[in-house]
T-cell receptor, first 111, second 113 residues
Framework: GQNIDQPTEMTATEGAIVQINCTYQTSGFNGLFWYQQHAGEAPTFLSYNVLDGLEEKGRFSSFLSRSKGYSYLLLKELQMKDSASYLCAVRDDTGGFKTIFGAGTRLFVKA | EAGVAQSPRYKIIEKRQSVAFWCNPISGHATLYWYQQILGQGPKLLIQFQNNGVVDDSQLPKDRFSAERLKGVDSTLKIQPAKLEDSAVYLC???????????FGPGTRLLVL
């Protein structure tokens, strides 16, 4: 079966660093995406990992360990506008291309 | 480059009525997705098209939901008849391929009373 777990909510302070974890179980793993979704808006692409290791893109970094079924999204120098839901999504190639989304982690950034 | 377009943005109907949503993907994108996102949950794939063919519709409630992408460009999703539990945001997304980044439209917010 397929399963993606993320914390439901997190709170962090402006200027700080926050790490959002995602664990997954899937039989045909072939890549992991992170999307950002502000309240009432559509998800927007943040990052994609298919190999183990860290991918850095400005204030955002994403890490993947395929052997552990684990990823995290690291947000540095938090800004108020980073308050949003962060969706972990796994590409599963079992029976064709399919992207499965987690429920998302709601991040609240406080002053 | 224009993004994914969807209409209407909001729709309120009564249960047992019918409703249709329209999506125009980014030009040149072969893959088109319809997702249902219930409040507080992640998007759930309803159907995935590659050009005008269906790749995956395993989670589409086929007794009431239907979708088509006749010319391999824009698409419509229909619900007939609607139930209270269909209240959700319906997101359309497109991608150049079936395994890359997906670009989402603004969504249609459906409320079934």
């Amino acid at each position: 079966g397929q399963n993606i777990d993320q914390p439901t909510e997190m709170t962090a302070t402006e200027g700080a660093i926050v790490q959002i974890n995602c664990t997954y179980q899937t039989s045909g793993f072939n890549g992991l995406f992170w999307y950002q979704q502000h309240a009432g808006e559509a998800p927007t692409f943040l990052s994609y990992n298919v190999l183990d290791g860290l991918e850095e893109k400005g204030r955002f970094s994403s890490f993947l360990s395929r052997s552990k079924g684990y990823s995290y999204l690291l947000l540095k120098e938090l800004q108020m506008k980073d308050s949003a839901s962060y969706l972990c999504a796994v590409r599963d190639d079992t029976g064709g291309f399919k992207t499965i989304f987690g429920a998302g982690t709601r991040l609240f950034v406080k002053a | 480059e224009a993004g994914v377009a969807q209409s209407p943005r909001y729709k309120i109907i009564e249960k047992r009525q019918s409703v249709a949503f329209w999506c125009n993907p980014i030009s040149g994108h072969a893959t088109l997705y319809w997702y249902q996102q219930i409040l507080g949950q992640g998007p759930k794939l309803l159907i995935q098209f590659q050009n005008n063919g269906v790749v995956d519709d395993s989670q589409l409630p086929k007794d009431r939901f239907s979708a088509e992408r006749l010319k391999g460009v824009d698409s419509t999703l229909k619900i007939q008849p609607a139930k209270l539990e269909d209240s959700a945001v319906y997101l359309c997304a497109s991608g150049q391929t079936g395994y890359g980044t997906q670009y989402f439209g603004p969504g249609t917010r459906l409320l079934v009373l």
